[in-house]
């Protein structure tokens, strides 16, 4: 996270997802991931990842889908949405 707040990646098969660099607690920070094909394979997201309702959403399996991530306690818990589905 010290590289920015917006990141990009392709999914092309098992992949898990990893966060480093999230400021201390009591200090919030939220990016963006835009991920490409995420359906295409399976996803593992970071350690802590709080879905809506408790469930990650359906991935795009050709295409674009964009989450947010926001954390405010060192990254213990990221609270994740999905933003954007199969963005054209």
Excluded: H, Q
């Amino acid at each position: 996270l010290s590289l920015g707040n917006v990141f990009t990646k392709t999914i092309t098969g098992a992949t898990t997802l990893t966060v480093s660099n999230a400021p201390a607690s009591g200090n919030a920070i939220v990016f963006v991931l835009k991920l490409t094909n995420g359906g295409a394979g399976a996803v593992t997201y970071p350690t802590g990842t709080k879905w809506s309702k408790g469930t990650a959403p359906t991935l795009t399996a050709s295409g674009v889908d964009l989450l947010r991530f926001i954390t405010e306690d060192g990254g213990t818990n990221w609270y994740a949405s999905r933003i954007n589905e199969d963005a054209k």
